[in-house]
């Protein structure tokens, strides 16, 4: 992956991401989809990159004709979802309400001053 390395508190805020939220958007529709990757909102390069993820199942992620995709509909994709720093804020929600901690750093980032770790 280019861009700067991930570190581990990172990679375990991922997979609490993808195994606990699953797609937020999935999620938002009703249903559970933990088949997903990382989505970055704002590049892999920037700091601070890698706390600012979404869970995004395939449809949602790339544009495969089945669903609306951040890539490359992003304006189209935060019309119909929400732009994707509510969404990474309902990615918290989610996480909190199932009793884990999230990253000091993502909730500093976010601007949501709750149950830091």
Known sequence: MQGRTVTNAQKIYWDNLCQVVGCIVCRKEGNFNNYVSI????GRTKPNAHWLVLPLC?????????????????KRFEQTYGNQYQLITECIDVLQRQGLVVPKKVLEIIGKGVRVA
């Not at 004709?65 to 509909?73: E, F, I, Q, R, S």
């Open 39 to 42: 989505h970055h909102i704002d």
């Open 58 to 74: 395939a449809s949602h992620h790339q544009d495969n004709g089945l669903a609306v995709a951040v890539h490359p509909y992003k």
